[in-house]
């Protein structure tokens, strides 16, 4: 069975410049396994932390599972990650940096059909980052053009 991905944070490459990535397990009950399968998933304004050892998610929206009535289900609960000691300690120790956040990427399922995130170690983007970005990609666009209009 190969990857499935079933959501993607678009906004995270343009608001954040990626320095790592990660993959991590989350901890999901079922209901909330199936929604996700269902790709009723937002990680529009989610992150995640290192909190007393642990890595949770915060804010990452997992609509409830029509089927099964589920009482007191926030869908915006914080979620426990699962990665070895030594990367924890070491977003950790990163993390505490100035300007570092972890911002998930993606939300799949891998091919033994776990539920994995995609995190990504980030530093924020000023205006005039993004400006100067979509400015060189014109750039490429146009001499791409350019050269595509001559071989014909």
Known sequence: MPEKTVTVNRKARHDYEILETYEAGIVLTGPEVKSVRQGKVSLSEAYARVNKGELWLYNMHIAPYDPVLQRNYDPRQPRKLLMHRREIDRLMGLTQQRGLTLVPLRVYFNERGYAKIE???????????????????????EVDRALRGRHK
């Open 119 to 141: 995190l990504g170690l980030a530093k924020g983007k000023r205006k005039m980052d993004r400006r100067r970005e979509i400015m060189e990609r014109e750039m490429k666009r």
